[in-house]
């Protein structure tokens, strides 16, 4: 059965601070790893990762995947409380459109 | 451009009455994805279709549960008896198909929560 587990479950911190979510995988027929950002209603997508090594940036954020160790990182820098949400993890598996997702890390950025 | 529309965005009904969720997808798009999600066991896949064709129906969880997409712009999920351990949050997410090098991100609806009584 495919599996992603992402980690730590919730985490607090103080505007400003930067945070590293992690997503480890064990899953059949990899074929690429997707981050998304769910605040209060639809998961909105961030990066889709391909290849080792190669990070993908946007803004304040940035993911990097690594296929040999079966995770993904995603930073955020300098973070702001608008940053608080449930960032989501998602493997794509096989020759079809199947996502299998993470339970989630919720992050909480105080002031 | 119009994303994923999901209808109704609450329901709120008793147990044993049957319930429909509505979908319409981004236009173009040509895969569709029903997931629940709930706190304890996060985003679920139910079911996913490719060009109106049910591909993997494996995680719908009985046969009170069933779905369909009569044509590329619309879908339902259907739970009929309802029971309590059906709320949850229903989405339906939409996507081109990837082919092989690992699909298309999908592009989520804004939910439809339902509360069984």
């Known amino acids: 059965e495919d599996k992603v587990v992402q980690s730590p479950l919730s985490l607090v911190v103080h505007e400003g601070d930067t945070v590293t979510l992690n997503c480890s995988y064990e899953?059949?027929?990899?074929?690429?790893l997707l981050w998304y950002k769910q605040e209060k209603k639809a998961p909105t997508f961030l990066f889709m990762l391909?290849?080792?090594?190669i990070e993908k940036k946007s803004g304040r954020l940035s993911s990097i995947l690594d296929k040999k160790e079966l995770f993904s990182i995603l930073n955020i820098t300098a973070t702001q409380t608008g940053d608080s949400a449930v960032y989501l993890c998602?493997?794509?598996?096989?020759?079809?459109?199947?996502?299998?997702f993470g339970t989630g890390t919720r992050l909480q950025v105080t002031l | 451009d119009a994303g994923v529309i999901q209808s109704p965005r609450h329901e709120v009904t008793e147990m044993g009455q049957e319930v429909t969720l509505r979908c319409k997808p981004i236009?173009?798009?040509?895969?569709l994805f029903w997931y629940r999600q709930t706190m304890m066991r996060g985003l679920e896949l139910l079911i996913y279709?490719?060009?109106?064709?049910?591909?993997?129906d494996s995680g719908m969880p009985e046969d009170r549960f069933s779905a369909k997409m009569p044509n590329a712009s619309f879908s339902t999920l259907k739970i009929q008896p309802s029971e309590p351990r059906d709320s949850a949050v229903y989405f339906c997410?939409?996507?081109?198909?990837?082919?092989?090098?690992?699909?298309?991100?999908?592009?989520f609806g804004d939910g439809t929560r339902l509360s069984i009584l």
């Open positions: 997410a939409s996507s081109l198909t990837g082919g092989v090098i690992g699909g298309q991100p999908q592009h």
């Open positions: 899953v059949t027929n990899f074929r690429s």
């Open positions: 391909t290849s080792s090594g």
């Open positions: 998602a493997v794509f598996t096989g020759t079809a459109s199947k996502l299998t």
């Open positions: 236009s173009g798009h040509n895969s």
């Open positions: 279709f490719n060009n109106n064709v049910p591909i993997d």
